[in-house]
């Protein structure tokens, strides 16, 4: 008895130790292995999201407990507030998080991950998180979607009412910018005369009223404003012609200035060319102007360059030569081409060709650049000149102008989808820089000086060159960016989608090459009138250019 008894307290002791009590079971792995938000994944920092278009994937290691999520995920504000939020549950441990309501554009959020949020076993998450989100712009359309000609007759139509509605009721001039008050420009006001030929060709305006407008403008620069050497100074007052000081040596003549506003004359002359006493006078006049300037005298002394500025208070203090490449091509080209005062081909080999060191050859992007700084500079660079000359065809020793305008815009193209400086915005559809407003002052923005500012002139005025890339720019400028970036004369100037910044004004030599330019794409207006200059045709043959338009 007593050895069965033994055995029987061995045999439970046995039993306890081995399986009379229940095994603990070991803690659940519940954690969140991934959060992707706009195919970008597992960062601390999401940026540039689609405010109206919040979709937030959450991938956890274990079955998810669906009643504690609404309380332990939460979207907050800048302010803390909780934004309203919708769960969805493509399986069984994932979750989709979207707003319920739009976010707010170029705003901050938090994600928060609460360290409550457990599996279905009840095992709460291993740590919580917290996620740091910034939206961008508001991708929705801004306009009813229309088609692209008659989006093309809106743009000019309304970019032409700053020139014509805002041109200064005295003079006609155009002012330098929306807050100028009496200070109009000279080179605007070429553009503006060169939009106005646009404008009656379009019916915006009738050709009468462009040629009225055109000689008050002619008459009031003849009559009002003081001349230097022929060349006139860069501002001058609106009201009564005095010469207003760009800087304090730049304040006379200024060459460059003068080429961009007789550019927009000689075109004039070219348009207005019916045998009428009104049509006659403005030729004349126009005529007896463009005769008076002494190009010659640019040369500082008989120097082969020539000079953009000079003073008779301070002669060549400002000591600017006009050498290339830059947006003063058309200067070498009208002086080689007046009647009176003509340069010969070595101040333009020698001067603005540098004897070719102007020179760059070189790619970016696998697009070769044949002449200009690296990357090539502001895109203005490529516009300015070619607003009247004809670039198809184009060539002389140094380059094919159409290869060298296209591919420099091309450059920038690429260099806003390579965004190598993480500007919010910048792709295939927001490029183009130039010199223009910005968050940061007033700057020639290039690719090597780039401040996250875009300038609608830059893509639209490259229409004829880049048709395609330029339209994708102007339906996002329009469409998406419409209700900040669109106004009563067109686009605003500049902007900058890092900074949010809009600018809130126009300038006049941005403005006028959009107008001119997308003419250029659809007709050729304005490189057909001005190619048939004969004076025009002289100078560039004079220079050793070869076009199938001479």
Known sequence: ?????????????????????????????????????????????????????????????????????????????????????????????????????????????????????????????F??????????MDLSDKFPRIPDEELLDLVQRQTFRYFWDFGHPVSGMARERTTSGNIVTTGGTGFGVMAMIVAAERSFITRTEALERVQRIVTFLDTKCTTYHGAFAHWLHGETGATIAFSQYDNAADLVETSLLFQGLLTARQYFSANT?????????ITRMWEAIDWTWFRK???????????????????????????????????????????SKEVYTQGWARNGNMRNGRSYYGIQLPLGEDYGGPLFFSQYTFLGINPKGLTDQYPDYWTQNRNHALIHYRYAIDNPKGFVGYGENCWGLTAS??????????????????????????????????????????????????????????????????????????????????????????????????????????????????
């Open 437 to 550: 407003d910005g968050n940061q002052g007033y700057s020639a923005h290039s690719p090597t000086n780039d401040r996250g500012v875009i300038a609608p002139t830059a893509a639209l005025s490259s229409m004829p060159f880049t048709p395609e890339e330029s339209m994708k720019a102007l339906h996002f400028f329009y469409y998406k960016l419409g209700d900040k970036l669109w106004s009563e004369y067109g686009f605003y100037d500049a902007f900058n989608l890092t900074a949010q910044w809009f600018a809130a004004e126009h300038i006049a030599i941005d403005q006028g090459p959009i107008i001119i330019m997308i003419e250029n794409y659809r007709t050729g207006l304005l490189w057909s009138l001005l190619m048939q200059d004969e004076e025009i045709k002289n100078g560039l043959k004079k220079l050793g250019f070869t076009s199938p338009n001479l």
């Open 301 to 343: 002394d008989g120097e082969n360059v020539l000079y953009w500025h000079w003073s008779p208070q301070f002669d060549w203090q400002m000591n600017l030569k006009i050498e290339g490449w830059n947006e003063s091509l058309i200067t070498y080209i009208l002086a080689a081409a007046s009647p009176t005062f003509p340069i």
């Open 277 to 285: 006493p009104e049509e006659t006078k403005l030729r004349d006049d």
């Open 1 to 125: 008895m007593k050895k069965y008894i033994f055995i029987s307290i061995i045999i439970a002791l046995f039993s306890l130790a081995c399986g009379g009590k229940e095994q603990p079971v070991p803690l659940e792995d519940f954690r969140l292995n991934e959060i992707i938000i706009d195919g970008k994944s597992n960062q601390n920092n999401f940026e540039d999201i689609d405010p109206l278009a919040l979709s937030i994937e959450l991938k956890f290691s274990a079955p998810i407990d669906k009643n504690t999520v609404e309380t332990n995920i939460r979207l907050r504000d800048r302010t803390n507030r909780d934004v309203a939020l919708i769960f969805e549950y493509p399986d069984a441990q994932s979750i989709i998080v979207k707003s319920d309501v739009n976010l707010i554009p170029f705003s901050s959020y938090q994600l928060i991950i609460f360290p409550n949020l457990k599996s279905q076993l009840g095992t709460n998450i």
């Open 127 to 136: 740590t919580g998180r917290t996620f740091s989100l910034s939206t961008g």
